[in-house]
Nanobody
Framework: QVQLVESGGGLVQAGGSLRLSCAVS????????MGWFRQAPGKEREFVAA????????YYANSVKGRFTISRDNAKNTVYLQMKSLKPEDTAVYYC??????????????????WGQGTQVTVSS
């Protein structure tokens, strides 16, 4: 079983930057494709970004393209989400996710095998 723990959330002004981290334990990180999802109050959980097992391919939701960057350091068992030019509509709980077996990249809820507990990101106007 994979355990995922997010950190790095907090309060930031619009236009600012924040980097989220996801520490992975239970298995070697390189075993899994990884992703980030988010959920705002009253809204469905939505896909944000994903990265394949090697880090050579990334995929982003249209709402964050050009602003967010997903990366991974398999040696440190850590996945990152660098967020810049943050907007109030980015406010949400951000969840780290690992893929189900044999999923190349987890860009949908059905592709997720394990979830982290989430970290709150709040962007003020």
């Amino acid at each position: 079983q994979v355990q995922l723990v997010e950190s790095g959330g907090g309060l930031v002004q619009a236009g600012g930057s924040l980097r989220l981290s996801c520490a992975v334990s239970g298995r070697t990180l390189s075993t899994y494709a990884m992703g980030w999802f988010r959920q705002a109050p009253g809204k469905e959980r939505e896909f944000v970004a994903a990265i394949n097992w090697s880090g050579g391919y990334t995929y982003y939701a249209n709402s964050v393209k050009g602003r967010f960057t997903i990366s991974r350091d398999n040696a440190k068992n850590t996945v990152y989400l660098q967020m810049k030019s943050l907007k109030p509509e980015d406010t949400a709980v951000y969840y780290c996710a690992s893929s189900r077996d044999n999923i190349v990249i987890p860009n949908s809820l059905s592709a997720v095998g394990s979830w982290g507990q989430g970290t709150q990101v709040t962007v003020s106007s």
